[in-house]
């Protein structure tokens, strides 16, 4: 794992470097904008920030995989809005290492997050909500198992 670590550690350092970049020399002909480059380069350093944490969780490192989870949560509210399906989802992963460790209420707190931002997503669907609201809320319910809160 920790040859992976050190690739994605690599692969960060260059993203990060990629993102402060002016993506077009002036004047290139260009179908895409500056600003979908900028955003395009922040998701993929969110993305492997978030692999990172995963990999952090193989090796039973608690402070780092919430660290990195923390900040991709950040990069994802910077980049895409406070409002997205993926900023959902990176909380609900810090949701469910801050359950692991006890911390029930902050992890309530962002699962209830996650599960508004899913229905708020989804509120337009004739087929009901998917499966990301549905995900949200069985890690609810877990919390409250956890707590003994069964009613």
Not at 6 to 28: H, N, V
Not at 73 to 89: C, I, S
Not at 121 to 132: K, L, M, S, T, V
Request: with cysteine.
């Amino acid at each position: 794992w920790t040859l992976a670590l050190d690739i994605y550690e690599s692969a960060l350092s260059a993203q990060k470097e990629a993102t402060s970049r002016m993506p077009f020399p002036p004047g290139t002909p260009r179908k895409r904008t500056a600003s979908d480059f900028n955003q395009d380069s922040h998701t993929s350093v969110a993305s492997t920030l978030i692999a990172m944490g995963g990999l952090y969780y193989k090796l039973n490192n608690v402070h780092m995989e919430l660290e990195k989870y923390s900040e991709a949560l950040t990069v994802y509210q910077e980049t895409l809005g406070r409002d997205h399906p993926h900023v959902a989802g990176t909380m609900k992963n810090i949701g469910m290492v801050l359950a692991e460790q006890g911390q029930l209420d902050e992890a309530m707190d962002k699962f209830q997050e996650a599960q508004r931002i899913y229905k708020a997503i989804n509120d337009g669907r004739r087929d009901g909500p998917c499966c990301d609201v549905a995900s949200a809320l069985s890690c609810m319910g877990n919390v409250q198992n956890r707590r003994g809160e069964l009613d």
